[in-house]
């Protein structure tokens, strides 16, 4: 399941990439770009972060810190690489060129993701249901569920920021008022 995936994820983002060196307005430009990001990148980033932590029943910290590590590696140097080819050939040959790219390497390498062997107890070790080290995994070591808990825990943040920014409003408010009176009395 990951394999088809990340590969409908390498799919969209080279796909979209491409399309954005042929956009005529800036609202065609910025909706490529949101489903580059929203279907592309998202389609890519979870599920091989979930893949990777659940290959390792020990230091699988350390294995997701590596591959957060290149995520971020790769948000640092594409923009960079990006700056000096829109420079030598413009932003539409850059555009096409980075799409080419995209497809040209995260393809064969989406082809080559494989899933972690299947342990006799799936409930010891890494696979254990729960949140560890900012990821969700669900019982069966895959990320299917991991998607749904992942935007179950965001709904609810967003409840409980939502509700404590709420709460310190009406409570300066109150004190705000609460002053006033002490100073008119």
Do not use: E
């Not at 932003?91 to 494989?114: K, Y």
């Amino acid at each position: 399941m990951t394999r088809k995936v990340c590969l409908f994820g390498a799919l969209v983002l080279g796909l979209c990439i491409l399309a954005a060196a042929w956009a005529q307005t800036l609202w065609q430009f910025y909706i490529l770009f949101f489903l580059a990001g929203f279907l592309g990148a998202g389609s890519l980033f979870a599920p091989l972060i979930a893949n990777v932590g659940n290959w390792f029943k020990y230091g699988a910290g350390l294995a997701l810190g590596i591959a957060s590590a290149g995520q971020a590696l790769g948000q640092g140097g594409v923009p960079f690489a990006t700056a000096v080819l829109i420079g030598a050939m413009g932003w539409r040959d850059t555009l096409t060129t980075i799409g080419v790219i995209t497809l040209a390497a995260l393809i064969p390498l989406a082809m080559l993701i494989r899933q972690p062997p299947k342990h006799l107890f799936g409930w010891i070790g890494h696979g254990i249901g729960g949140y560890q080290g900012g990821y969700f995994f669900d019982l069966s070591g895959g990320y299917t569920v991991t998607y749904a808990n992942a935007s179950l825990a965001g709904v609810i943040n967003l409840i409980i920021v939502g509700s404590l920014y709420i709460t310190i409003v009406r409570r300066k408010t109150a004190l705000a008022s609460a002053g006033q009176s002490r100073l008119t009395a």
